[in-house]
């Protein structure tokens, strides 16, 4: 296939559909870029390739065209001089040099439609790999954007299940609740103990009664 055909099926070809079916889009856009640089590549080399035979062929053209010319001023002169044969040999001449002229005049122009071909292939394809890197820098920057996001939602799911104040929350009230249960046990015990003494006090004072009044009846 010729370069120009290569490149034409490159650049019509669906980006955005192409993109859209990819497993991973920003390979597949590493992958037709590669395949349009090296495009690149051939249709630079093609089109100066292309632009030195136009030059050829128009150094040719002006050549033979100036010989023809030549040829016809030989062909006038023998006849000014006479020598009507002198003069068909330039004629002949003359024909043959016309005649390749105006071959090389066709391939000039054959040439010229084939740089122009180039030319116009090189700047679309200039303008798809433009087109294809912009969609490359987007397609990244939305898959920053999706992995950022993702990002945000689990760290925001994890703190709505146990957040950071919630945690501290938590411990606050396991302390309390340690700190309540402590001074509850403390106040039992003393209360216990307090209880115990004034008990002991109050059976100490009834036997003392009770020895006080034995002795008054003559009992003890």
């Given at each position: ?15 955005n ?57 030989k062909?006038?002169?023998?006849l ?109 015990e ?31």
């Amino acid at each position: 296939m010729s370069i120009l055909g290569r490149i034409k099926d490159l650049v019509s070809a669906n980006v955005n559909s192409m993109l859209d079916k990819a497993e991973d889009p920003e390979k597949m856009a590493n992958e037709y870029l590669r395949q349009l640089t090296n495009e690149l590549y051939e249709a630079r080399t093609g089109v100066a390739s292309a632009m030195a035979d136009e030059t050829k062929l128009e150094q040719r053209r002006i050549s033979t065209q100036g010989e023809a010319d030549q040829w016809q001023s030989k062909a006038e002169a023998a006849l000014r001089a006479g020598d009507e044969t002198l003069a068909k040999a330039a004629l002949a001449r003359k024909v043959q040099s016309q005649k390749l002229a105006d071959q090389y005049r066709q391939q000039e122009t054959a040439q010229e439609e084939q740089v122009n071909a180039l030319q116009d292939a090189l700047v679309n394809l200039e303008t798809r790999i433009a087109e294809v890197k912009a969609k490359k820098e987007l397609i990244i920057a939305k898959k920053n954007r999706a992995a950022t996001q993702e990002a945000i939602q689990r760290t925001a799911s994890s703190m709505g299940r146990v957040g950071a104040m919630d945690k501290l929350d938590d411990l606050e009230e396991k302390v309390d609740d340690r700190l309540a249960k402590a001074e509850a046990m403390s106040k039992l015990e003393q209360g216990s103990l307090e209880t115990k003494f004034r008990n002991l006090e109050k059976d100490q004072e009834v036997d003392s009664e009770l020895a006080e009044l034995k002795r008054k009846m003559g009992l003890s």
